[in-house]
């Protein structure tokens, strides 16, 4: 296995340094110097790396720049950092107005040894889905499970199924017809990574192997692709799970947030 070093550079080339090339496609990308920004239908999005070279006063332009191009079209504006960024970066961020959301962690494992995570238990059954009812069903899911409005997740998984069905294979699992949880695998095309993303359970359904045997199924759908790593920006509920079967922690990243109504 690879050090946790080689694995987080090996994340910031393939998967940090190609996210402009993989965008759904009601997704509108440009770039102000190193600051990918994104407007998408909810939220502005900005990724940055190699920020090093800017002097402090460069900096802050450049964050309110994306900020205000944000704000001019009314949406929040998300600037996902990462724990080994520049270390002023949050400071600077929270001096234009951003607010730290929870930290996650990035972790990191091979598909090859997760595809026996584990068997969906008893009464549940897992399937793949592109259907507009359920991907409603999931945002709805999501919406129970978070206790906010997640109902553009539908429109957003149906766009990237459009804009590339070979990258994104949907799960949901299902007791007695009623989804209890759902996970979706996202390839990141020409890498060796795919990530793991979903993956909520309503709570009455959780601590009975469903989370593990989506991440199994998931797994097994990457294996045989020949993909090699998966990927999770982890919560601190599903960390310890992950890392249980196998992932390594490589670094944490934190979305700071600036909204209009701030």
Same mark, same amino acid.
């Given at each position: 296995?690879?050090?946790?070093?080689? /694995?987080? =550079? +090996?994340?910031?080339?393939?998967?940090?340094?190609?996210? *402009?090339?993989? !965008?759904?496609?009601? $997704? @509108?990308?440009?770039?102000?110097?190193?600051?990918?920004?994104?407007?998408?239908?909810?939220?502005?999005?900005?990724?940055?790396?190699?920020?090093?070279?800017?002097?402090?006063?460069? /900096?802050? =332009? +450049?964050?309110?720049?994306?900020?205000?191009?944000?704000? *001019?079209?009314? !949406?929040?504006?998300? $600037? @996902?950092?990462?724990?080994?960024?520049?270390?002023?970066l949050t400071e600077r961020l929270r001096l234009a107005g951003f607010a730290p959301e929870d930290e996650e962690t990035v972790v990191i494992g091979l598909a090859a040894d997760l595809t026996g995570a584990g068997e969906a238990p008893d009464g549940i059954a897992v399937r793949a889905t592109t259907d507009l009812a359920d991907l409603r069903r999931i945002a709805a899911l999501e919406s129970e499970v978070w206790g906010v409005d997640w109902s553009w997740l539908a429109d957003d998984l149906r766009d990237r199924i459009e804009s590339a069905p070979e990258n994104i294979v949907v799960l949901v699992a299902e007791a007695a017809g009623e989804v209890v949880s759902a996970a979706w695998l996202v390839v990141i095309a020409s890498t060796e990574f795919a990530a793991l993303w979903g993956g909520s359970t309503l709570p009455q359904w959780r601590r009975k192997g469903i989370y593990r045997a989506l991440v199994a199924r998931r797994a097994q759908v990457a294996a045989d692709r020949g993909i090699r790593y998966l990927l999770v920006d982890a919560s601190k509920d599903s960390r310890p799970i992950l890392q249980r079967l196998g992932l390594h922690a490589v670094g944490t990243t934190t979305p700071w947030v600036w909204s209009p109504t701030t």
């Open positions: 296995m690879t050090t946790r070093s080689e /694995l987080l =550079a +090996l994340h910031d080339e393939q998967v940090r340094g190609t996210i *402009a090339a993989r !965008l759904p496609n009601n $997704w @509108k990308p440009s770039w102000d110097g190193p600051v990918l920004q994104i407007a998408t239908p909810t939220r502005g999005l900005a990724f940055a790396q190699d920020l090093d070279h800017l002097s402090i006063g460069d /900096l802050d =332009a +450049l964050i309110c720049r994306v900020r205000d191009r944000s704000a *001019a079209r009314g !949406l929040a504006m998300e $600037w @996902k950092t990462y724990g080994h960024d520049r270390q002023d």
